[in-house]
């Protein structure tokens, strides 16, 4: 009985002070988590210690971060550009949940969401009719089941056999100064492709693109113009594609090409760097997202 007795006595003392035991324990795992958190992101891909969908090193994202902790020393504050694409691979998830552009690979803060327009369009249109020309000889000399889409570069390497069929459109390419496969050649974000159906759906269906660094333009080249296909932005917003006009949005935005009319719709598409961009951040971000990567 006495035993029983000091027990009650001993819980009696402490019941006013269970208060400050909580408080304390609470401390205590506030400071564990911070720590840990602290760690994992000094020496992992991975900002939240208990992911388990923690990116693997075999992915593309994995190895560019593992590119630049190979070529970046510890704790070197002299290379801002390189820490600050660090900082943005490993904080990817978050950025992403925060924001409308949720990309695959790369997302860079600080960039706008709204791209209504490209210094490069108006060389597009001054070279329009040679294009169209060009890709309606095309049209008409081949087989109408020809595949889809005709990539003159994709993720960033020049095809070459592709390129043959087109020389006057692989021309004026090359004068685009902000298009992302000419002007930084071998960059996994830069492609350039027509595509050319008469369906309602095309294969990238509500999809997000590789990084926000890219501004996705479509120029219209044979479109019916009465029953238009469209780019849908993020299932809700249409975005019409005409002869002689442009569809500009980022791609790292949800987005689907859709034509309902089932008429037939040749468009050009290309992929520019986003003009928040200086010219030594493209140059860095070639180097770490090389096709040498993929």
């Given amino acids: 009985m006495q035993m029983f007795d000091t027990l009650r006595d001993s819980f009696e003392l402490l019941q006013d002070h269970v208060w400050f035991f909580r408080f304390f324990l609470v401390i205590c795992v506030v400071c ?63 950025l992403c949940h925060r924001n409308d552009e949720k990309p695959t690979v790369y997302f860079h803060r600080g960039l706008s969401s709204v791209i209504s327009t490209l ?18 000889k095309f049209v008409q000399e081949n ?18 056999n592709q ?14 100064p902000n298009a992302i496969c000419v002007a930084n050649p071998h960059c996994i974000f830069g492609n350039a492709f027509l595509t050319n159906f008469d ?57 689907s090409i859709e034509n309902p009319q089932e008429k037939r719709q040749i468009f050009l598409t290309i992929d520019f760097w986003h003009p928040d961009l200086s010219a030594s951040m493209r140059k860095e971000l070639t180097s770490i997202f090389h096709t040498d990567l993929v």
């Fill in 199 to 255: 369906s309602a759906e095309l294969d990238d269906e509500n999809v997000h693109g590789l990084s926000n660094c890219v501004v996705r333009l479509h120029f219209g080249l044979i479109c019916d113009d009465q029953s238009a296909a469209f780019v849908r932005l993020n299932k809700l917003k249409r975005l019409p594609i005409k002869t002689k006009d442009f569809v500009v949005y980022n791609d790292a935005i949800e987005h």
């Fill in 32 to 94: 564990a988590y911070r720590t840990l958190l602290h760690y994992v992101l000094k020496s992992n891909t991975c900002p939240n210690p208990f992911c388990r969908k923690c990116l693997g090193t075999g992915s593309v994202r994995g190895r560019a971060i593992g590119h630049l902790k190979k070529i970046s020393p510890e704790n070197d504050d002299d290379n801002s550009v390189q820490s600050n694409i660090l900082g943005n691979l490993l904080r990817h998830d978050h």
């Fill in 119 to 136: 210094a490069d369009q108006k060389i597009l249109v001054e070279h329009f009719d040679e294009i169209r020309r060009e890709v309606t």
């Fill in 143 to 160: 087989d109408e089941n020809e595949s889809k889409k005709v990539f003159l570069f994709q993720t960033g390497e020049e095809n070459e």
């Fill in 163 to 176: 390129c043959e069929k087109f020389p006057k459109l692989s021309e004026i390419l090359r004068l685009l």
